[in-house]
């Protein structure tokens, strides 16, 4: 189902929310990467990742769907997954082949999809979203774990390699569909 854009272009509420989610980024790292992160920490990420599910809701409920919303919004959650996950493992909370995982996959659908997704041909489907759901909960709890509780370290790592394997599914599945290979 095929949801009708705004006219308004970019400056929309729903885009306000996502450019929120980029300028959130780096008080989001830097609490990660203090020695001493704290609740905040959790907090600002918790915020950062709380304006995806705000921004695509309010898009949708207010019909201020946009191409820029579109292409932004993806954009902010690899900006933001790949940030938060590199700040993790300089504090040695994960593993850098993860971490690796993560950016390759990223890398390689930018390269061998980005202009099909640029061009409106290749949509989030149903992968993508869970992947990324999973990915902010691993984060969440990765944090928390950082700060004051530790015993959900190995639920976050478990759940990080969950969404970094939905991950690079996901990643193939759009490089199939901009290559055209998939029905």
Same mark, same amino acid.
């Given at each position: 189902?095929?949801?009708?854009?705004?006219d308004?272009?970019?400056?929309t509420?729903?885009?306000?929310?996502?450019?929120?989610?980029?300028?959130l980024?780096?008080?989001?790292?830097w609490? @990660?990467? /203090?020695?001493?992160?704290?609740?905040?920490? !959790? $907090?600002? =990420?918790? #915020?950062?990742?709380g304006?995806? &599910?705000?921004?695509?809701?309010?898009?949708?409920?207010?019909?201020?769907?946009?191409?820029?919303?579109e292409?932004l919004?993806? @954009?902010? /959650?690899?900006?933001?997954?790949?940030?938060? !996950? $590199?700040c =993790?493992a #300089?504090?040695?909370?994960?593993? &850098?082949?993860v971490?690796?995982?993560?950016?390759?996959?990223?890398a390689?659908?930018?390269?061998?999809a980005?202009?099909?997704a640029?061009?409106?041909?290749i949509?989030?489907?149903?992968?993508?979203?869970?992947?990324?759901?999973?990915?902010?909960?691993?984060?969440?709890?990765?944090?928390?774990a950082?700060?004051?509780?530790?015993?959900f370290?190995?639920?976050?790592?478990?759940?990080?390699?969950?969404?970094a394997?939905?991950?690079a599914?996901?990643g193939l599945?759009?490089?199939?569909?901009?290559?055209?290979?998939?029905?």
């Open positions: 189902m095929e949801t009708d854009r705004t308004a272009g970019w400056a509420v729903p885009n306000l929310f996502t450019v929120l989610r980029f300028l980024l780096v008080p989001v790292c609490r @990660i990467l /203090d020695p001493n992160p704290g609740p905040l920490a !959790v $907090v600002l =990420l918790v #915020l950062w990742a304006t995806d &599910w705000v921004d695509g809701w309010l898009a949708r409920r207010t019909n201020q769907v946009s191409r820029v919303g292409i919004d993806p @954009i902010a /959650d690899r900006l933001g997954i790949s940030a938060v !996950v $590199v =993790l #300089l504090q040695q909370l994960v593993s &850098w082949w971490v690796a995982l993560i950016l390759v996959t990223d390689a659908t930018v390269l061998l980005g202009h099909a640029a061009r409106g041909h949509h989030v489907n149903w992968l993508g979203k869970v992947r990324t759901a999973v990915l902010f909960v691993a984060l969440v709890l990765l944090v928390a950082s700060t004051w509780l530790p015993q370290t190995n639920a976050g790592r478990s759940l990080l390699w969950a969404g394997g939905m991950h599914l996901a599945g759009y490089v199939l569909e901009a290559r055209g290979t998939r029905s």
